[in-house]
């Protein structure tokens, strides 16, 4: 479609998707000339994440390099539901090597475009949680630790949704998946280390490291392209809550997102070499409960009966990160709220919290 | 073909002399073979090298099992029996030792062979003196040239020049210079002492 | 011009020659002074090319898919456990049709771990679609580099060179490095078939179901017989251009009036034909056949270099646990099996020395060599560890129990 200015003569409302605003603050999605990296006729599920954060992410990319990029992903929903035999939704460069290897296939094809002179053109490496936190852990890192010049945006559905919903180690405590099963003394995942990736990735002291959700497109725009301001390694997590995975509707997936980011439990924030440098602060703190009742995945914690005890360390869990990484702005009390205010917590070293 | 088999322990640089060898072989546009006896690397543990001088074009890729000359560049290798697996009667064999075949507890042994073949040279020492450092290859190498005229001295100094470079080129070039000038003294001695009694 | 160097070095050599733009690797005896000598030109800037030291063998491959699908030239190199660990990335570069080069220094495979020579790793991957290319000597070793390029890209497949580890890496021998000019002349600049280009998107590596996979694979097998004539027409142009014969898919040697025919692959030719010259100067109607291209098997150029000959020894540095030879297959599909009689001796595992002598002894009597024979078998040894199997439940791991038996081995010499 081609790109059209669409001028309105009504102002200061953003009722109308947000045309009012000036050009340089609308999001890419608002606009007609977005490039659609991902179109449609995919096949994934309605209501998908991953879908929507994949488009938001790459779209926001394409803008900022002016279509020079190519893209890297690893096996998963993504790659299966965007290239069924014989049709293909991408409309950028696009390669799928295998499950584990997108951070170091994306670093040979940067390596090919810096030996050839072509380092106009911008490198992404993508995958979900399972192919990002576990198989590809090891070539992650390597890309990291050699500071190849590579954006990795990793979609966060928390388990291996493609192959049929089994655990990953995304997965949280708690959650129901194929291979931890509702059932049992200890029904759902167990509570385990978990493994922050992006906390990983600030370990490395690579340039930029953020996390997002697909509840808030602009934010998730904004991350995108700021990545694209640097070179080098650079790591971006996105929370896709899926459907079907987690037992919520479709129509629900934002909402589930923003939920999980107004509990605590999803942090969203920006690093550079290892220190924080900003958090998005919760505006309407919820207990988990709000987020974990509309999940199927977590059923099991209300019925028969609420399992209280692993509500509360799912809760501390939330409070933990609310913490740690400065969500709550310091003046909202614990009866506004009605919950217990956060139990300040030294911040390890490395997050850059200090004077905050 | 000419055939030989160094014995030494890792650290020693028996692997380098093997190459030194046969670079200088190729110096003299012959054909040369030379390879390690491929132990997984540590130092001290007894290795061997090999190397193969010929004017065909050399095919084989087997261990040298029957050589024509041994370089022992540690003495204290030599209890161990295989060691000298192979070895012909005509065989040429060079010792690092300043002491002699009997002292070495070898002078049995080296009755079976013909007597101006198998020689002592303290490699070591000279390489100490010329070198700094007690790494006897260099040294070896002159004097097997002494011992076999398998190469000349040349074609070893141009060798070792070729492999190192300043004063440690230098100190191996004179290590190399005085075994050949040992081992030569030595031989004639023997060649003379033969003569006499015959 | 001529150079007395290591096999690792020649090869490095070779491969600075042909241009690569990216060279990924990760260490693995017997493979590392290669990739260390070609670390050391990129680094000097001798060699204007990305190098990048990657965290595993499966990076280095997919490192190298990466390159190869943005349109650079790639190489990497590695042996036995580290083409097991890139399995899946060695399979997934010939699926998608990369022209990436790949050096094996050949080597055991574990467990037992073994550093040594044979050719367990590359035979493990002979189904996963690469070329694959044995050279008997460091100087075809070199030699079958520059040439692979060329092969790779003209069809669109990826290469492995196979040179024996430590026999041919860390032997030093006389070879014939040629000129930039040369390399230049024979090997044009990578045009891809396929590209990552933002100005022409494609989407590679799309999921074929049953409806389309059939077809996909019977084109890498059209490719594979397309090799066949494209490995041979390289190999003339190369010795045309070069003076002297390297590659190609087979080499006889004294098989026109032979009765016996001994085949093999790699450096073991080289002492194979030395026991066939003494052999025939005892009166024995005895050749050789070096299988230089393995895969794709070049069946009909070794049924007609085998000629009228009724007896094909096979020599194999490879074991298939649950059936024998693996190469002695290939040969036997490759024959008519009235015609001839196949015996498989399995020599050289694990870097034992294949010696003139114990070839000589077997050849000997290549009457009475039965269907498969382990050449240089200890069977006092394996007979100690089957009684103590047979004596305890528990009586332990059998490698080390046949290590203590052997007592003191580091002073062997064959």
Redesign the interface.
Known sequence: MPYQRIKFYQTGSLAVGNRLLAEDQRSVQSTAGRSNALTCGHRACQGCGEALGARYALDAVHRATQ????A??ATGCL??FS????E?S?????????F??AP?????????????GRTD?RVVGQGGDGGTVDIGM??L??MF??N?DVLYICYDNQAYMNTGVQRSGATPPAARTATTQAVGREPGNRFGQGKNVPLIAMAHEIGYVATATVADLRDLEYKATRAMDFHGARYLHILVPCPLGWGSAPADTIKVARLATESGLFPVFEAETGAVTSSTPIRHRVPVTDYLRIQARYAHLFRPRERTEVIARIQAAADRNIARFGLMPADISAERTGLPAPVPVTSPAGLGLEGR | MFQV?FHGRGGQGVVTA??LL??AA?SEGR??????????ERMG??V?SFCRIDDQ?????????EPDALIIQDPT?LH?A??F??LGRDGYMLVNSARGFGELGLGEFVRDFRRDRLLVVPASSLALTHLGRPLPGAALLGGFAALTWAVSLDSVLAAINDKFSGPVADGNAEAARAAFGFVRDEREALVREALSDA | M?K?V?GSRAVAEAVAMCRP??I?AYPITPQTHIVEALSAMVKDETL???F?????E??AM???????????R?YTATASQGLLYMS??VW?AAG?GLPIVMTVANRAIGAPIN??NDHSDAMSQRDAGWLQLYAE?NQEALDLHVQAFRIAEELSVPVMVCM?G???T?????VDVPAQTQVDAFLPRYEPRQV???A??????????P??FTEVRYLAYQRMRQALDVIGATAAGFAGQFGRPSGGLVRPYRTGDAEIVVAALG?????V??TVDELRADGHKIGVLGINTYRPFPADAVREALGGARHVVVLERALAPGSGGIVTADIRAALDPQARRISTVIAGLG?R?????SLRGLLAQAGELPPLTFLDLDTGLVDRELARMRAARRSGPSPENMLRDLGIT?????
Do not use: Y
């Open positions: 279509g020079q990029m190519i890297v992903n790659e299966v290239t069924p035999f014989p293909t991408w409309q950028i460069a696009w390669l799928h090597s295998l584990g290897n170091a296939v994306a670093s040979g094809v940067a390596a090919a475009l810096k030996a050839m053109i090891a070539c890192s390597g630790e050699r190849d | 088999r093997a190459e046969a670079s190729f054909h040369a073979q030379a390879f390690p006896s491929f132990g997984s543990a007894p061997m074009p050399i095919r084989t890729h087997e261990p040298v099992t290798l161990q295989e060691l697996a192979g | 001529l007395q290591e733009q990216v990924c204007n090319a990305e990048l030291n990657v965290e595993s499966f990076a997919s490192v190298a898919i990466g390159a190869s699908a943005a349109g650079a790639a899946e990335a997934n998608l550093i040594w000597t024996d430590f026999l041919l860390h032997a030093s021998e006389r990552l280009d933002p022409e998107p494609v989407s590679i590596g799309a999921m074929v179901g409806e389309a450096s073991v030719l080289g002492t034909k030395d870097g020395a294949v010696t003139r002598k580091a002073s062997r010499i064959g």
